[in-house]
């Protein structure tokens, strides 16, 4: 096994086997394995060097976003995606996954679109269809068949059952520019931003603004 191929990461993801991938501003991706990592690079067929979001379900289907597009890996090579010309996959943001054959991206600029691989059929959302906006920092499923998805600055949208609803400031959150989004997998969502963070229990938000040091939420 290798060391880990740069310094500067800019992604992780777990798959299923407790493998951690990583990518690196510059040097590809590298994953935990043997008590080191293995690294690939444009050599192994990655798109691009510089990776701008991973999502690892399992070894054998890890999907990466680099500067140059889209690939995803089934365990031996990496094979490069395509949006064809609606779509392109040189912006994207955020990757989320929750299945092995689905996969979430946030576009900068061009919203968020699902991947299906069983017909590598492509569904794409834009403000147009209730999206905040077409800026997506971040997406999380919630694991209650809701997909959430943060902006750059109109604050965070929530996709369930092809209805879109839309949070900001006016509801309770600290700041409409999001930067962070986690679940605990039971329907609570919890949001990063320049202000704070906040908790959304299914029906009004709680926030937590700085300093978190005082145990006091607001």
């Known amino acids: 096994a290798n060391g880990l191929a740069r310094n500067a990461i800019t992604a992780a993801s777990t798959d299923n086997t407790g493998q951690v991938w990583f990518g690196t501003d510059g040097s590809g991706v590298s994953v935990t394995a043997d008590g080191g990592f293995v690294n690939f690079t444009t050599s192994e067929g990655l798109p691009g060097d510089y990776v701008r979001a991973i999502a690892a379900i399992s070894p054998w289907r890890v999907w990466v976003a680099t500067n140059r597009g889209m690939a995803v890996f089934d365990g031996g090579s990496w094979n490069r995606m395509s949006a064809g010309d609606s779509l392109s996959l040189n912006h994207v943001l955020a990757l989320a996954a929750e299945w092995e054959n689905e996969v979430w991206i946030g576009t900068n600029g061009e919203g968020a679109a699902r991947y299906d691989a069983r017909d590598r059929s492509w569904t794409r959302y834009t403000a147009r269809d209730g999206l905040a906006e077409d800026v997506v920092t971040c997406i999380v499923p919630d694991g209650q068949g809701a997909v959430w998805f943060g902006t750059v600055e109109r604050g965070l949208s929530r996709l369930s059952q092809e209805t879109w609803q839309t949070f900001t400031t006016a509801d309770g959150l600290p700041d ?38 005082s145990g006091k939420k607001e």
């Open 176 to 213: 409409n520019r999001i930067t962070a989004l986690a679940t605990d997998g039971y329907g609570t969502m919890w949001v990063g931003t320049p202000k704070g963070a906040a908790r959304f229990d299914g029906s009004e938000w709680e926030r937590y603004p700085l300093p978190l040091g």
